[in-house]
C-alpha cells in the first residue's frame, strides 16, 4: 500500500504526436474574414513586452544603512502590479489603488483587461492550430494571450491536451503551453486533474532538464500556483519534502540559471515556507543557500523576503532562526535602500515580525523601528505608508509600558540630529554611580521620551494630512478636504487614527509637576473595558500639531451620509422662548418630516474607520470636561439594589406599611438637591441644619466624656449612638439624645486626655500631635464608627496645609481654564454638528459613542455658570411677563397683531402652520416675500462642504450652553434617536445625555427640548421601558426636572403626564414610586399646576 500523500502516477499517459483525426480543434483549409481580424489582433499583441522592468545587472550589494540614502520613490504604477486581482483589491478599499500619482484610468485598463481575456480553451486551440501549421509568426501573441486567459475549469481532455502541448517539439508553443497551464492551475478542479496526472514529477525532473532551461521559469510558475491550493497538500507534500526540495535549491544556486528562472524558484520557495515542515527544512538546511542568492542578485530580493516573512509566521522557534541567521539586518537596509516593490516586502516582514511576542521585542530590542518611521514619514508610495502605518499600530498595541518607552526613545533617535548612544554605549562605568549623575540621566531619558512622544505625534498627523489630501492656508488651517468617503483608501487613515488614540493615552516619559494642571490624568473607560489615563497635556500638544483633523475627516462621512435641509433661520428665531412654546404646544415637530438618510451605510470595514474616528474624537471631548453627573447612573442602581434587599429582609421581619414609609424617608435622604441644582436655596438650609445638628451632638459628646462613667454595650459600643444609628437606619430622621456623662476607669488614671477636634467642613475628627493609649484608642476608634453610622461624619480627611490648599486651588483653576480652551477649540471646529446625526445612525456602538461624546461637550466648565445662567433667565422672564401683561391683547385684532409678531419671529414652514391651525389673519406669503425682497433678509444655511461646518464662539457666553444650544439647533430630535434602540448601552447613553442637557440647561435649552417634541418622546420611553427600573428612575427625574416652568407643566399635562404618573405609582416601589409622588406633586401644585 502507497504511503500517505503519495501520488499515484498509472493515469497520466504519455503524449503523442498530434494528428489530424486527434486533434480537438481543426483548422479552415480557406482563410476567412474572422482570422484577418485575429491577424490584425497577434500584430498589436506582438507590440507588448513581457518584461517592462529589465532586472539589474549581477553585482554584489555592499551598501550600508549608515551611508545609503533613503529610497523614497514609488514605482507601484508599473503593468506587473496593474493584474486584474489586485486592482479590485484596491477598488474594494482593501488596498492602494497605486501610489500618491494614481488615476482612475489604471483602474479603467484593469476592467477592460478583465472583459478581453480569452478562455483557456480557446488558447488550447489555438496552441494545437499553431502546432499543427508549424509558424511561429503568431507565437508571441499567443504567448501574450496564454499569460493573462480566464483560469477557468475546463474538462480532463483539454487538460490532456494543454500537458500534451507541454512536451512539443517546438521551443515556443512549449512555452505558451506552460503560460496556460499555469492559468489553468489557478483553479483547484483543474489542479487535482493535473495531480492526478502526476504533474509533479513531472515538472521537477524538467527543472533538472539543462536541455530545456528556457521553460524553466514556467515549469516554476505551474509548480507555484499548484501549491498555493492548500487542500491539496496531501497529494504533493510529501514529494516536495523528499525530492522537490533539494531540486529547488540546487537549481536556485546554480550559475547557469538565468535570472528571471531564479525569480520564479524564489517565488515557489517562498510559497512553500508557509507549510512549516518545508519552513523547518528550509531554516535547518537552505539558509546558507538562499542568503548567498541574495548577496549576489539584487533581483531575488523581494522574492526571497516574501519567503522570510513567511518563515516568521509559524512559531516562535522559526522566528528565532531566522534572527539568528541575521536575516532582519539584511531585510532592514532593503527597506531603506531598495526600490519601491522591495521596500513593501520588507515592511510586510517587519509586520509580520510584530506579530508576537517575541517577535515585537526583537523588533524593538536591534532598533528597527526608526527605520520604519524614517520610511513612513519620507516615502510617497501609499501602499508602503499603508504597511509602516500597520507596523506601528501593532507595535503599540502589544507592547508594554517598557516597550512603549523604547518606541518613544527610538522615535527621538531616528530624528534627532545629534548622535544617540545606546543604553550600554556610554562606556564602562567603574564602581557606582554617583545618586546625581543617576538622577541626571533619568530626567535626561524621560525628556527623550517626551520629545519622541511628541516627533511621534507629528507623523501621524502629518500621515493624517497626506491621505486625506488636505490643503492648509498659511495660517495651517483647512481649506479643503480630497477624501471622499466611500470611494477612496481609508485603512491607512483608520491605522493612522488608532494609533493617535493610543498617544494620549501614553504617559511614558511625562514629569510630574504638582504646581503644574498639563500633566494631569483624566479616567477613560475604553471600548474594550480597560480603564484608560488620558494625558491633558498630550492632548494639547495634539491640538496644536493639528490633529483636530479628524473632525473634518468625520464631518466629510457625516455629509455624505446625512442629509441637513436648508432652511431660513435667524439666531432669533431659534432661541425666543415665546416662539419655542409656541412650536412645542402646536405639535410642531410632528408636522416637520425627520431628515432622510443621503447614502446607505458604508460597509463593514469602513464603518470600523468612522468608529475609530468617533472614539478618538471621544477622546478629545472628554478631556475637555468634568462630568458632574457621572455617578448618577451608579447611584441608582445601587438604590434600586438597596431597595430589593431591603425588600427581602422586610418580608421576614416587618411587611406593615410603617416600615415601607420609613424606607421611602431614607432613600429620600439618599437623593438630596444635588440631583436639583434649580433649588439651591434648600439646599442650602438643609446643609446649615446638618452641620448645626453635628455640633451640638459633638459638643454634648464632649461633655459627656469628660464626667461620669458611661455604660457600655455588649459589643463595646456606646449605647445612645448605637440606638441612634439603628434609628436612622429604619428611616428616621436624626434626634439628638443626650449620653449619660461618665468616664471610663482607665481615664482617671492617666490625666486629661487630648482634645478631639471635630471639622464640619471636612466632616472629620482632627486629633492633636500627642500619642493616645492602646485602650482608649479602641474606644474612640468604636465613638467614631458609630457617629459615622448615625450619619454625623463622613470620611476621614488627612489634614491639609494653607499651602497645599493654594497649591490646589491653583491646579484646579488651571486645569478648568485648560479644558475651557479645550472645548472652544473642539466648538469652533464644529463638533456638534459633525457628532450629532450618528446618533440616529443604526449602529450601535457608534451612537453611545456619539452620545458620549456630546454629553462631553456640553458639560459646564463650573457649576456657577448654570446659577447664573438660570438667575438671569428668570430675571428676563420675570420682566418679559411683566411686559406681556401689560400689553395684553383686548380685543381679536389685537390679538392677531401680537401673534403675527410673534409668528414673524419663526420659520415660514412653522409660522404657516401655527397661523392656519389658530386662524391669525395677518399678513399673506406675498407680502412676508415682499418685505423679505425690500429689507429684511434671513440668514440662509451656505452649501454644504467640507469646512463650513465650523463656528465662532461668543465669549460673553458659557461655552457648555453654546455647544448645547447648537447641538439642538443643528441636530434637531436626532441628538436622542438612540432612545429606540434595541442596544441597552445605546439607550442609557441616549438618556444620560438628555439628563445632562435638562440638569444643566435653562429656559432657552428646555424650551427649545420641548419644541423638538423630547417630553413626548420621554413619556414614551417610560412606557416602553418601564421594566427597567434604573432607566425608569433616571427618565422620571429627567422629566421632573424639565417641567419646573409654568409653561412646560401644561405641555406635560397636556400629553397625558397625570395618567402616565398615576399608571406608574400603581407598580413601582423603593425609589422610585418616592420620585414619582415628588413629581405628581409638583404638576399638580404653584403655577401651571392641575389646581
Known amino acids: 500500500m502507497d504511503p500517505p500523500g503519495a501520488v499515484e502516477g498509472r493515469r497520466l499517459q504519455k503524449p503523442t504526436a498530434a494528428r489530424q483525426h486527434d486533434s480537438l480543434f481543426h483548422p479552415k483549409d480557406s482563410l476567412s474574414q474572422d482570422n484577418l481580424k485575429l491577424g490584425a489582433v497577434y500584430d498589436q499583441l506582438e507590440k507588448i513586452s513581457l518584461n517592462p522592468h529589465p532586472h539589474a545587472p549581477h553585482s554584489l550589494h555592499t551598501s550600508s544603512s549608515l551611508t545609503s540614502k533613503l529610497s523614497v520613490r514609488c514605482s507601484c504604477g508599473n503593468i506587473e502590479e496593474l493584474s486584474s486581482s489586485r486592482g479590485q483589491r484596491y477598488r474594494n478599499g482593501t488596498g492602494p489603488a497605486t501610489s500618491t500619482a494614481c488615476s482612475d484610468t489604471e483602474s479603467d485598463s484593469d476592467d477592460d483587461s478583465d472583459d478581453e481575456a480569452f478562455s483557456l480553451v480557446a488558447v488550447i486551440g489555438m496552441l494545437v492550430t499553431e502546432e499543427r501549421k508549424g509558424s511561429a509568426r503568431r507565437l508571441n501573441a499567443i504567448k501574450n494571450l496564454a499569460a493573462c486567459c480566464r483560469g477557468d475549469a475546463v474538462s480532463e481532455t483539454h487538460l490532456y491536451q494543454l500537458v500534451r502541448l507541454t512536451g512539443s517539439t517546438s521551443q515556443q508553443v512549449r512555452q505558451a503551453a506552460f503560460l496556460a497551464l499555469r492559468e489553468a492551475a489557478t483553479d483547484e478542479a483543474n489542479t487535482m486533474a493535473l495531480l492526478r496526472m502526476n504533474i509533479v514529477p513531472q515538472l521537477l525532473t524538467l527543472l533538472q532538464d539543462k536541455m530545456e532551461a528556457a521553460s524553466h521559469s514556467a515549469a516554476a510558475a505551474v509548480l507555484e500556483k499548484i501549491v498555493t491550493h492548500r487542500k491539496l497538500a496531501d497529494y504533493w507534500l510529501e514529494g516536495l519534502i523528499t525530492r522537490g526540495l533539494s531540486v529547488l535549491i540546487g537549481s536556485l544556486s546554480s550559475a547557469n540559471q538565468a535570472l528571471e528562472t531564479k525569480v520564479a524558484l524564489g517565488r515557489l520557495l517562498g510559497s512553500l515556507a508557509g507549510f512549516f515542515e ?18 549576489r542578485y539584487p533581483a531575488m530580493k523581494e522574492s526571497l523576503t516574501e519567503l522570510f516573512r513567511r518563515l516568521i509566521q509559524h512559531t516562535d522557534h522559526t522566528v528565532a532562526g531566522v534572527l539568528e541567521h541575521r536575516i532582519m539586518e539584511h531585510v532592514a537596509v532593503a527597506l531603506k535602500e531598495d526600490s519601491c516593490g522591495v521596500q513593501i516586502r520588507a515592511a510586510e516582514f ?9 517577535g515585537l521585542s526583537a523588533f524593538l530590542d536591534e532598533g528597527k523601528l526608526r527605520g520604519i518611521l524614517q520610511v513612513l514619514r519620507a516615502t510617497h508610495c501609499r501602499r508602503l505608508r499603508e504597511l509602516c ?15 512603549l518607552r523604547e518606541v518613544a526613545l527610538e522615535t527621538e533617535a531616528a530624528f534627532s540630529r545629534e548622535p544617540v548612544l545606546d543604553q550600554e554605549g556610554g562606556g564602562v562605568r567603574h564602581g557606582k554611580e554617583e545618586a546625581g549623575h543617576l538622577m541626571s540621566r533619568r530626567k535626561e531619558a524621560s525628556g527623550r521620551c517626551e520629545r519622541g512622544s511628541r516627533v511621534l505625534i507629528s507623523i501621524l498627523v502629518e500621515t493624517i494630512h497626506k491621505e486625506a489630501k488636505l490643503t492648509l492656508d498659511q495660517s495651517r488651517q483647512i481649506k479643503s478636504i480630497g477624501f471622499r468617503p466611500g470611494q477612496d483608501f481609508y485603512k491607512t487613515l483608520s491605522d493612522t487614527v488608532c494609533c493617535l488614540s493610543y498617544m494620549a493615552t501614553m504617559t511614558i516619559g511625562l514629569q510630574r509637576n504638582r504646581t503644574s494642571s498639563h500633566n494631569t490624568r483624566v479616567s477613560v473607560d475604553g471600548s474594550n473595558g480597560k480603564v484608560h489615563k488620558l494625558s491633558t497635556e498630550v492632548v494639547s500638544f495634539m491640538f496644536h500639531q493639528g490633529a483636530l483633523c479628524v473632525l473634518d475627516l468625520l464631518n466629510t462621512y457625516t455629509l455624505h451620509l446625512f442629509s441637513v435641509p436648508g432652511e431660513h433661520y435667524t439666531q432669533q428665531q431659534q432661541r425666543n422662548v415665546d416662539v419655542l412654546h409656541l412650536q412645542a404646544m402646536m405639535k410642531v415637530w410632528q408636522m416637520v418630516s425627520p431628515p432622510s438618510q443621503a447614502n446607505p451605510l458604508p460597509g463593514t470595514e469602513e464603518l470600523e474607520f468612522v468608529k475609530q474616528l468617533m472614539e478618538c474624537v471621544y477622546l478629545f471631548a472628554r478631556c475637555s470636561a468634568e462630568l458632574w453627573n457621572c455617578e448618577v447612573e451608579k447611584e441608582v442602581k445601587a438604590k434600586i439594589e438597596e431597595n430589593q434587599k431591603w425588600n427581602r429582609d422586610s418580608a421576614a421581619v416587618d411587611e406593615t406599611s410603617i416600615g415601607h414609609y420609613q424606607y421611602i424617608k431614607t432613600v429620600d435622604q439618599a437623593f438630596p438637591s444635588s440631583f436639583r441644582i434649580e433649588n439651591i436655596t434648600t439646599h442650602r438650609q438643609r446643609e446649615n441644619e446638618m452641620r448645626e445638628k453635628r455640633t451640638n451632638s459633638v459638643h454634648q459628646w464632649k461633655m459627656a ?21 439603628s434609628n436612622n437606619a429604619s428611616g428616621d430622621s436624626p434626634k439628638t439624645i443626650t449620653p449619660n456623662k461618665t468616664r ?21 475628627f482632627k486629633e492633636q500631635a500627642r500619642a493616645v493609649p492602646s485602650g482608649k484608642q479602641r474606644e474612640e476608634t468604636q465613638v467614631k464608627r458609630n457617629v459615622r453610622a448615625a450619619g454625623y461624619a463622613r470620611k476621614m480627611s488627612p489634614v491639609v496645609t494653607k499651602r497645599e490648599q493654594e497649591d490646589r486651588s491653583a491646579i484646579g483653576e488651571e486645569g478648568k481654564e485648560l479644558q475651557k480652551k479645550f472645548r472652544t477649540r473642539l466648538f469652533q471646529e464644529g463638533v456638534c454638528g459633525a457628532v450629532g446625526p450618528w446618533v440616529a445612525c443604526q449602529v450601535p456602538h457608534i451612537q453611545a459613542l456619539a452620545a458620549e461624546c456630546l454629553r462631553c461637550v456640553i458639560q459646564p466648565i463650573h457649576l456657577e455658570e448654570i446659577k447664573q445662567l438660570r438667575e438671569s433667565a428668570q430675571a428676563k422672564e420675570r420682566q418679559n411677563r411683566h411686559k406681556s401683561r401689560s400689553d395684553m391683547a383686548k380685543t381679536l385684532a389685537e390679538r392677531d397683531k401680537i401673534l403675527s409678531q410673534v409668528l414673524s ?13 389658530l386662524g391669525v389673519k395677518g399678513r399673506s406669503d406675498g407680502e412676508a416675500m415682499k418685505k423679505t425682497s425690500e429689507g429684511a433678509k434671513f440668514k440662509t444655511k451656505p452649501p454644504l462642504n467640507s469646512t463650513n461646518h465650523k463656528l465662532t464662539c461668543n465669549t460673553d457666553e458659557p461655552i457648555g450652553w453654546q455647544c448645547a444650544i447648537h447641538l439642538l439647533e443643528a441636530c434637531g430630535n436626532q441628538a436622542w434617536k438612540g432612545l429606540n434602540s434595541d442596544n441597552a448601552q445605546t439607550r442609557t447613553a441616549c438618556l444620560l445625555l438628555v439628563y445632562d442637557l435638562v440638569d444643566f440647561g435653562e429656559t432657552v435649552i428646555h424650551m427649545k427640548l420641548a419644541s423638538l417634541g423630547v417630553v413626548s418622546e420621554l413619556m414614551d420611553f417610560l412606557r416602553n421601558h418601564r421594566q427597567s427600573q434604573d432607566l425608569t428612575l433616571i427618565g422620571v427625574m429627567t422629566l421632573k426636572n424639565l417641567v419646573w416652568d409654568y409653561r412646560l407643566k401644561q405641555i406635560f399635562l397636556s400629553e397625558g403626564g397625570e395618567a402616565l404618573l398615576t399608571d ?15 413629581f405628581l406633586e409638583r404638576i399638580t401644585e404653584g403655577p401651571g399646576g392641575m389646581l
Open 905 to 917: 419671529q419663526m420659520s415660514t414652514g412653522s409660522a404657516d402652520v401655527v397661523r392656519d391651525a
Open 278 to 295: 518545508i519552513a523547518v527544512l528550509l531554516l535547518d538546511h537552505c539558509v546558507e543557500d538562499i542568503m548567498e542568492v541574495w548577496m
Open 705 to 725: 466624656w469628660g464626667d461620669k462613667k458611661e455604660p457600655r454595650t455588649p459589643d463595646g459600643g456606646l449605647s445612645s449612638y448605637h440606638h441612634q444609628s
Open 1064 to 1078: 406608574l405609582i400603581k407598580t413601582s416601589e423603593g425609589a422610585l414610586l418616592m420620585h414619582l409622588h415628588q
Open 350 to 358: 517587519f509586520q509580520a515580525l510584530c506579530g508576537t511576542d517575541y
Open 389 to 403: 502605518v500597520a507596523t506601528l499600530t501593532r507595535t503599540l498595541q502589544h507592547a508594554t509600558t517598557s516597550q
Open 744 to 764: 471610663p476607669q482607665s481615664a482617671k488614671k492617666r490625666g486629661p486626655e487630648p482634645d478631639l477636634k471635630f471639622d464640619l467642613n471636612k466632616s472629620g
